[in-house]
């Protein structure tokens, strides 16, 4: 089984940088994508951002330039972080980190970022 943990998520006025942790545990094969997605109220789940095992990133285009994405891979213990910077009050969400490989994926519990105006 895979567990993802999040962490870091929280209020921060519009303008502001907030920086997401997620690790990863379990049987988890070598070759596979971390990322975010994100959830508003009253809308469907939405990328966010993505980096494969072989650092290649995806971002939604309107965090591009915004947010960073990297991550960390071992034998022990698979990270990855968003780094938010330049917040907007439409950045407000439910942050969920995602593993996956080709006929699986993997859901943290999700962590809430507000930002006020």
Do not use: H
């Amino acid at each position: 089984q895979v567990q993802l943990v999040e962490s870091g998520g929280g209020l921060v006025q519009a303008g502001g940088s907030l920086r997401l942790s997620c690790a990863a545990s379990g049987s988890i094969l070598s070759l596979n994508t971390m990322g975010w997605y994100r959830q508003a109220p009253g809308k469907q789940r939405a990328l966010v951002a993505t980096i494969t095992s072989k650092g290649t990133p995806n971002y939604a285009d309107s965090v591009k330039g915004r947010f960073t994405i990297s991550s960390s891979r071992d034998n022990a213990k698979n990270m990855v972080y968003l780094q938010m910077n330049s917040l907007k009050p439409e950045d407000t969400a439910v942050y969920y980190c995602t593993l996956q490989w080709p006929g699986d994926a993997y859901w943290g519990q999700g962590t809430q970022v507000t930002v006020s105006s």
